[in-house]
């Protein structure tokens, strides 16, 4: 019953660790086989590729975020209702009040030296996280959220009355009836003149080329890392060693454990 309950327990290792193998080599290869390209060179292709690795820098800081005065390449504000949502306490905004970006057309990115050249990195883009330990480009400067009417201190919304001030929600906006909606108001910016790696999809608008969350791709391996893409390859490959190496040491121990078995047999056998 011991030798069987082993050869379970590393079966159902296998069983679990092999999708995660699976997955992390598919991500791995296109990190790796994705063109890796500075702002020039690709504004200079004629044809777009699928993806694309870019390694850049942020633009200048030629703005300032309204609520924290954060120099930064961009920000976007965003003030609207909430109502919670599940037992975790989230929330999720159901009316925007009031929202504000700089500049609309996203984050610049710019090769070192070469401010004149742009590439357009979308926020959807710039919020998702190049693989599950790599830091993200943006950052949040405010968080102020108001709980439901009858729990908030009116003295303590310092953001929300500040957009009140400069015009941008009314009183009206802010007044909480009975209920269980909420009020908030988040500020995020990217900083200014900071490496950038990129694994997206190149997009030629209006505007240049743009780089943006691919619709509909939720697993899909894209987003930005302020690490260098050395740093990034590494940090993937570690993690698809560690998957094959425990998938070896789970293969091992039944290989073992069956070799034993069967020599303990021979040896009663032959008794």
């Known amino acids: ?52 690795v870019l390694e850049a820098r942020t633009g200048a800081g030629t703005v300032t975020a309204p609520l924290s005065s ?39 990115l710019v090769d070192p030296g070469d401010p004149e050249t742009v590439v357009w990195l979308r926020n959807d883009l710039a919020d998702k996280r190049l693989g599950y330990t790599i830091p993200t480009l943006t950052t949040l400067t405010v968080n102020e959220r108001i709980g439901i009417a009858g729990r908030s201190d009116a003295a303590g919304w310092l953001h929300l009355r500040q957009l009140q001030a400069d015009g941008h929600v009314s009183v009206a906006d802010l007044a909480l009836g009975v209920g269980d909606e909420g009020l908030t108001v988040v500020e995020e910016t990217a900083p200014a003149d900071t490496p950038v790696l990129v694994l997206g999809k190149p997009e030629m608008r209006d505007i240049g080329i743009v780089l943006s969350a691919t619709p509909g791709w939720r697993t899909r391996l894209e987003g930005v890392s302020t690490w260098p893409d050395s740093e990034v390859r590494r940090r993937f490959a570690f993690r698809v060693t560690v998957y094959r190496r425990l998938l070896m040491g789970a293969m091992m121990a039944i290989v073992l454990i069956c070799g034993g078995a069967i020599g303990w047999s021979a040896i009663f056998e032959e008794g």
């Open 70 to 108: 954060t120099g930064c390449a961009w920000y976007q504000v965003t003030a609207g209702r909430t109502r919670p949502q599940g037992d975790a306490g989230m929330e999720f905004i159901v009316k925007v009040l009031h929202t504000a970006t700089s500049p609309d057309s996203g984050i610049p």
């Open 1 to 52: 019953m011991f030798i069987i309950a082993i050869l379970v327990a590393a079966g159902s290792a296998i069983a679990f660790i092999w999708p995660w193998y699976v997955q992390g080599r598919k991500e791995y290869r296109r990190l790796v086989d994705a063109p890796r390209l500075t702002v020039r060179a690709l504004n200079d292709l004629r044809e777009l590729p699928e993806w694309v």
